[in-house]
């Protein structure tokens, strides 16, 4: 998303609801948060059982959602790819072996996490022959409301 940042929210067409048919206070502040949210992104060749990435929070926030994309589905098993927070599973991605090739998946999340918390992505389950696995994780520094 890109916008225009206004001095004033009525020179930007914004206003405190929808009356206007523009964007809102809320929507511009969901996309500031998002611009400042931390990502976590990992990439792994071969597709394989492993931690293939993480990282220690630095403050509080939200883990709102978990990316996947497979290049190559392989055969004989899917790929499932599981986030951690501290060692325990909050979610996963379940790509099948016969999938079609470049398949790309998003699991919303609403995960709380605090400064010192360890986020890990993790291969579970493996197919044979899957290549090119790249995933990504996203943490907020705030708590967004619909």
């Given amino acids: 998303m890109v916008a225009t940042?206004?001095?004033?929210?009525?020179?930007?067409?914004?206003?405190?609801?929808?009356?206007?048919?523009?964007?809102?206070?809320h929507d511009?502040?969901?996309a500031l948060s998002e611009v400042a949210g931390?990502?976590?992104?990992?990439?792994?060749?071969?597709?394989?059982?492993?931690?293939?990435?993480?990282m220690v929070c630095d403050k509080a926030g939200t883990l709102t959602?978990?990316?996947?994309?497979?290049?190559?589905?392989?055969?004989?098993?899917?790929t499932t790819l599981?986030?951690?927070?501290?060692?325990?599973?909050?979610?996963?991605?379940e790509t099948e072996h016969?999938?079609?090739?470049?398949?790309?998946?998003?699991?919303?999340?609403?995960?709380?996490?605090v400064a010192g918390d360890l986020i890990e992505l993790v291969v579970s389950a493996a197919p044979t022959a899957g290549e090119d696995l790249i995933a990504s994780a996203t943490i907020l520094p705030i708590t967004i409301e619909a």
């Fill in 82 to 93: 599981q986030v951690h927070l501290n060692g325990a599973s909050q979610g996963a991605i």
């Fill in 5 to 25: 940042l206004k001095k004033f929210m009525g020179d930007g067409g914004a206003g405190f609801d929808d009356a206007h048919g523009n964007d809102n206070l």
């Fill in 38 to 54: 931390e990502k976590l992104h990992a990439y792994q060749a071969t597709i394989a059982t492993a931690i293939i990435g993480g």
């Fill in 28 to 30: 511009v502040l969901k």
């Fill in 98 to 113: 016969d999938a079609t090739d470049g398949t790309k998946q998003t699991l919303a999340l609403a995960v709380a996490v």
């Fill in 65 to 78: 959602n978990l990316r996947t994309s497979v290049a190559v589905c392989g055969t004989a098993t899917k």
